[in-house]
């Protein structure tokens, strides 16, 4: 299996994906500078979604916080036994709302749409208590 395919596969498998870069490239046997590009490339691709929290000034500048696999397709094809609903949920909201709105993480709930709005996607069991204050 190719590096790339390798990282696709990793990310699908623990997607949303918190990377941890030094571990990945280890395990991956890749090194860290080809690692970075080959997410900012899977980015660019439309394979994988790179969310940020809302930040200003140098800390806009940090480190990806989750990667997203792009599509719920993707989840299916690399990793269908990882392919639950919340996760499925998750996906799809990302996937249709970067297009036309400013997405990032959120500190209680999923996602913030255009520094503003507050979304908690939800899944199986999973309450709405997190942003009830929001």
Do not use: C, W
Not at 43 to 72: F, R
Request: aromatic content about 8%.
């Amino acid at each position: 299996m190719k590096m790339v395919e390798k990282l696709l596969v990793a990310i699908a498998q623990n997607v949303p994906f918190t990377p941890n870069i030094s571990k990945l490239s280890k395990r991956l046997g890749m090194s860290r500078v080809f690692l970075i590009n080959a997410i900012k490339l899977l980015n660019k691709a439309d394979l994988v979604m790179e969310l940020y929290k809302p930040t200003k000034g140098i800390g806009a500048l940090t480190k990806t916080e989750k990667l997203y696999l792009n599509n719920t397709h993707l989840m299916y094809a690399l990793a269908p036994k990882k392919a639950e609903i919340g996760t499925l949920r998750d996906l799809f909201f990302a996937n249709q709302m970067k297009h036309i709105h400013e997405i990032h993480l959120a500190e209680k709930g999923d996602f913030i749409i255009n520094k503003k709005y507050t979304f908690e996607i939800g899944g199986k069991n999973k309450p709405t208590k997190q942003i009830k204050s929001i």
